[in-house]
């Protein structure tokens, strides 16, 4: 299942907080979940939030691991030619949401082996990876292994410059709309 949800209430869920003995303790699991909302599922949800009463604290966790959420805007243009706004995608890898007995909610990350800022860090290839500048004799500058990485690198730079491309098109036609006589 997607999502799992359990609810602890007495002197078992003790181990969890003494105030999830009279309150209870909720844990919730959201495993490789997607979905996609529209922005004004979110903006109406203010309304059935908020309360006059001060709720009662209920300890809980709540774990998100491979979720991706995708979020579209809905509002109406306001530009008619305009090609509105881009979807945003909200992908998460493992957190964690704890609400303890002060009602204050915490949230932490998983960490991997790999430090989040590796790519910061000087990185040294291994020799046998290593792209040569001349082709020594008898032997081709790159390794084998490393042609099907390259090709897709290729493959993602020519995807990315036609988007850039239809971007740049798609803001001088924008541009032009309102300056007929505009030249890049």
Same mark, same amino acid.
Request: negative net charge; aromatic residues 6%.
């Given at each position: 299942?997607?999502? &799992?949800?359990?609810?602890?209430?007495?002197?078992?869920?003790?181990?969890?907080?003494?105030?999830?003995?009279?309150?209870?303790?909720?844990?919730?699991?959201?495993?490789?979940?997607?979905?996609?909302?529209?922005?004004?599922?979110?903006?109406?949800?203010?309304?059935?939030?908020?309360?006059?009463?001060?709720?009662?604290?209920?300890?809980?966790?709540?774990?998100?691991?491979?979720?991706?959420?995708?979020?579209?805007?809905?509002?109406?243009?306001?530009?008619?030619?305009?090609?509105?706004?881009?979807?945003?995608?909200?992908?998460?890898?493992?957190?964690?949401?704890?609400?303890?007995?002060?009602?204050?909610?915490?949230?932490?990350?998983?960490?991997?082996?790999?430090?989040?800022?590796?790519?910061?860090?000087?990185?040294?290839?291994?020799?046998?990876? &290593?792209?040569?500048?001349?082709?020594?004799?008898?032997?081709?500058?790159?390794?084998?292994?490393?042609?099907?990485?390259?090709?897709?690198?290729?493959?993602?730079?020519?995807?990315?410059?036609?988007?850039?491309?239809?971007?740049?098109?798609?803001?001088?036609?924008?541009?032009?709309?309102?300056?007929?006589?505009?030249?890049?």
């Amino acid at each position: 299942p997607e999502v &799992c949800l359990r609810l602890e209430v007495g002197p078992h869920a003790a181990v969890h907080s003494p105030l999830a003995v009279q309150n209870g303790f909720l844990r919730m699991l959201v495993h490789s979940y997607t979905a996609e909302l529209f922005m004004s599922f979110l903006t109406n949800l203010g309304p059935f939030l908020e309360d006059e009463i001060i709720p009662e604290v209920i300890p809980m966790e709540i774990e998100v691991v491979d979720a991706k959420i995708t979020l579209k805007d809905d509002s109406p243009r306001v530009y008619p030619t305009s090609p509105g706004p881009v979807p945003i995608t909200l992908a998460v890898d493992h957190v964690i949401v704890k609400r303890r007995d002060d009602g204050v909610f915490y949230l932490t990350g998983q960490q991997h082996r790999e430090t989040v800022y590796s790519g910061f860090q000087e990185q040294k290839a291994p020799a046998a990876e &290593c792209v040569l500048a001349a082709p020594a004799a008898g032997t081709r500058g790159l390794q084998l292994k490393d042609v099907p990485e390259l090709q897709r690198e290729l493959q993602t730079m020519k995807i990315a410059l036609a988007e850039a491309n239809m971007d740049k098109a798609r803001l001088l036609q924008e541009i032009r709309k309102y300056n007929p006589l505009f030249q890049l």
